[in-house]
């Protein structure tokens, strides 16, 4: 997972913030539309997507039937969110005539108000991981982290389902199970660094300190 710190001075910070925190895909995030976000309420509404269709971009509607959904913002991702309409204010006002996005009212776009190519989305996170000095990942990889995250503070596979926009419970429970599994392996993990620690710690019979479970 990249640290979000590392990110605060790149221009998509509030994308990877929404792709870590509720798992939004690439084509969710770019398509997002102000109008689809009340951060009195906390809440957006994933209506659209932004994507590359025939050499154009184009809006097109949510990958799946049950992609479409409201989800609840964290206190972060409002922050986020905030932070980004001042930048775009601002990049309103310097791009002046050049402006070009009163029309979608896209959360995400260019320093002229223009859809952001969906692979610079990716160029970017690539460089981002460079810089933070951690492995290269995909971006959509974050929306693993996003049901990791989840999953280790207690949410159940239909919240899951729900967060994500996934198409069926199958399709969740089958990103839970490999979830679980992380989990396991990290307690594992856990487990022989504490066998490590009491094998350096016998007793007077020179035994190394252990229960045994029977």
């Not at 692979?119 to 982290?145: M, P, Q």
């Not at 069926?168 to 487990?191: G, H, K, N, P, W």
């Amino acid at each position: 997972m990249t640290d979000l710190a590392a990110a605060r001075d790149n221009r998509l910070w509030t994308a990877y913030e929404l792709a870590v925190r509720i798992g939004l895909r690439r084509g969710e995030l770019l398509g997002l539309r102000w109008s689809d976000v009340d951060l009195h309420e906390g809440v957006l509404t994933v209506r659209q997507a932004l994507q590359r269709v025939g050499g154009e971009l184009m809006i097109v509607a949510p990958k799946t039937q049950r992609s479409a959904r409201c989800v609840a913002l964290p206190s972060e991702c409002v922050t986020a969110l905030r932070a980004q309409r001042a930048q775009q204010i601002a990049d309103w006002k310097g791009a002046g005539n050049n402006w070009r996005g009163t029309g979608q009212g896209l959360v995400f776009t260019t320093k002229n108000g223009n859809p952001i190519e969906p692979r610079n989305l990716n160029h970017s996170f690539e460089v981002l991981c460079l810089r933070a000095g951690i492995r290269k990942v995909r971006f959509h990889d974050l929306r693993h982290t996003c049901a990791s995250l989840l999953h280790e503070q207690g949410a159940d596979a239909r919240m899951l389902m729900e967060v994500l926009g996934h198409s069926s419970i199958r399709v969740t429970m089958d990103i839970y199970t490999f979830v679980r599994l992380d989990s396991q392996r990290s307690a594992f993990d856990r487990v022989g660094d504490v066998l490590r620690s009491d094998g350096n710690d016998r007793d007077d019979d020179g035994a190394a300190g252990v229960l045994v479970a029977v």
